[in-house]
T-cell receptor
Framework: GAVVSQHPSWVICKSGTSVKIECRSLDFQATTMFWYRQFPKQSLMLMATSNEGSKATYEQGVEKDKFLINHASLTLSTLTVTSAHPEDSSFYIC?????????????FGSGTRLTVV | AQSVTQLGSHVSVSEGALVLLRCNYSSSVPPYLFWYVQYPNQGLQLLLKYTSAATLVKGINGFEAEFKKSETSFHLTKPSAHMSDAAEYFCAVSDRGSSASKIIFGSGTRLSIRP
């Protein structure tokens, strides 16, 4: 079945530094990738949608200059949290999609827990 | 705009009892509907999905859900709860536009199983 690998699974960084999270589709070409953010005991909030080779579309209220998304290939999307602050600490999850994929496209990574100290 | 409402942030049932997790949706177009399960510090696993075929959808781990258009509901059930079912469950909706369509999640229901 479709597999999405997300790396790292957890990361601790100092305030003011940048962190990059990778999302890879291992056995299919992901035309679209989604990035979600989840606070403790809350639901997943969509941050942005990225299509391969084009700029990401950000949801209202998400700072595109802070959360940089790159989808340079059909198997890799990255989320970079720039100048991270403690309030950016959260669980970030990616999802990859492709036409014809079994579940109509939505396979999730295992998530990245970011802690900013 | 699409949305889902999950009734009950926390549901507790005894092992062996019926599990019923409620989800109501709102959509201006025929929706795709999903149920996902999330274990602590993990991503989401698809339990089942409705994409306009049979209204009664069977998923993994003995779960099933019924799409009821008249009630705009997509409740998740399992006849007999197991301890391993304890997790967070999310109902989600998407439009039928394409594989690039967004999935919108409900607020989640935490399922606890009593021995």
């Amino acid at each position: 079945g479709a597999v999405v690998s997300q790396h790292p699974s957890w990361v601790i960084c100092k305030s003011g530094t940048s962190v990059k999270i990778e999302c890879r589709s291992l056995d299919f070409q992901a035309t679209t990738m989604f990035w979600y953010r989840q606070f403790p005991k809350q639901s997943l909030m969509l941050m942005a949608t990225s299509n391969e080779g084009s700029k990401a579309t950000y949801e209202q209220g998400v700072e595109k200059d802070k959360f940089l998304i790159n989808h340079a290939s059909l198997t890799l999307s990255t989320l970079t949290v720039t100048s991270a602050h403690p309030e950016d600490s959260s669980f970030y999850i990616c999802s990859a999609s492709a036409p014809g994929q079994g579940t109509y496209g939505y396979t999730f990574g295992s998530g990245t827990r970011l802690t900013v100290v | 705009a699409q949305s889902v409402t999950q009734l009950g942030s926390h549901v507790s049932v005894s092992e062996g009892a019926l599990v019923l997790l409620r989800c109501n949706y709102s959509s201006s177009v025929p929706p795709y509907l999903f149920w996902y399960v999330q274990y602590p510090n993990q991503g989401l696993q698809l339990l089942l999905k409705y994409t306009s075929a049979a209204t009664l959808v069977k998923g993994i781990n003995g779960f099933e859900a019924e799409f009821k258009k008249s009630e705009t509901s997509f409740h998740l059930t399992k006849p007999s709860a197991h301890m391993s079912d304890a997790a967070e469950y999310f109902c989600a909706v998407s439009d039928r536009g394409s594989s690039a369509s967004k999935i919108i999640f409900g607020s989640g229901t935490r399922l606890s199983i009593r021995p």
